[in-house]
Structures are given as structure tokens and as C-alpha cells.
């Protein structure tokens, strides 16, 4: 299991939050545009996606009922919060690696 850190973006660049460009989210993520929203031990990325979607159920309340059996260290860091989605961040604090929610999968952020 690995731990992540998820990231939403809260600016207003389209290139960011509806085409996922690279260089658009780099200059977002520096510029401060993101809000931490999440740490989650998974399997993968797509877990971690998967986890943060409001599918089934609100993914935030899902981590703060205390009767769900959830691995250690998983916390929601807001009260309130919307699925990720693509240009949202999710950093792998383990091997220091950072990915950016894409159309398609996930784009590796250097």
C-alpha cells in the first residue's frame, strides 16, 4: 500500500480544469491553486481516484465515519469537497512522485 496526498484545484484556468495541459497545471500548483483535500493509503492512482468520487456516497463522509473499517492514515483534510477530476493533483508521498488527473488516465508532473 502506498500513501497519497490529493490535491484539488480551486483557480479558474480552463487549460487546467477542463483540458488537463501540463504547463497549466506546473504554473497552477506554484502559483498556489491547489487545496490539499485528502491523504489515502491505496493500492494505485486509479484507487485513489476511485476513492475520491462521489459515486456512491460522499467520499469525505466516508472518511470520517469512524465505524468504516479504513486503513490507517486515510483523513479527509475539509469538511466539504467535490470529486476529483481532471487537472487535480495526486502526489505519492512515498516515492516523491506527482500526477495530474488527465482526460485519459494520469499525466506524470516533473
Same mark, same amino acid.
Given at each position: =500500500? #502506498?500513501?497519497?496526498?490529493?490535491?484539488?484545484?480551486?483557480? %479558474?484556468?480552463?487549460?487546467?480544469? =477542463?483540458? &488537463?495541459?501540463?504547463?497549466?497545471?506546473?504554473?497552477?500548483?506554484?502559483? &498556489? /491553486?491547489?487545496?490539499?483535500?485528502?491523504?489515502?493509503?491505496?493500492?494505485?492512482?486509479?484507487?485513489?481516484? /476511485? !476513492?475520491?468520487?462521489?459515486?456512491?456516497?460522499?467520499?469525505?463522509?466516508?472518511?470520517?465515519? #469512524?465505524?468504516?473499517? %479504513?486503513?490507517?492514515?486515510?483523513?479527509?483534510?475539509?469538511? %466539504?469537497? !467535490? +470529486?476529483? +477530476?481532471? &487537472?487535480?493533483?495526486?502526489?505519492?508521498?512515498?516515492?516523491? %512522485? #506527482?500526477?495530474?488527473?488527465?482526460?485519459?488516465?494520469? +499525466?506524470?508532473? +516533473?
Amino acid at each position: =500500500m #502506498t500513501k497519497y496526498q490529493v490535491l484539488h484545484f480551486v483557480g %479558474e484556468d480552463l487549460e487546467v480544469s =477542463m483540458r &488537463g495541459k501540463i504547463p497549466a497545471i506546473n504554473k497552477a500548483f506554484f502559483d &498556489g /491553486q491547489y487545496k490539499d483535500v485528502a491523504n489515502l493509503v491505496a493500492e494505485n492512482l486509479e484507487e485513489v481516484y /476511485q !476513492r475520491t468520487q462521489h459515486i456512491k456516497w460522499n467520499w469525505v463522509d466516508a472518511l470520517v465515519d #469512524t465505524s468504516l473499517d %479504513e486503513p490507517e492514515g486515510n483523513k479527509a483534510l475539509v469538511k %466539504e469537497a !467535490r +470529486s476529483t +477530476s481532471i &487537472g487535480d493533483i495526486i502526489f505519492d508521498t512515498d516515492s516523491g %512522485e #506527482t500526477f495530474a488527473v488527465a482526460p485519459f488516465g494520469f +499525466s506524470k508532473l +516533473s
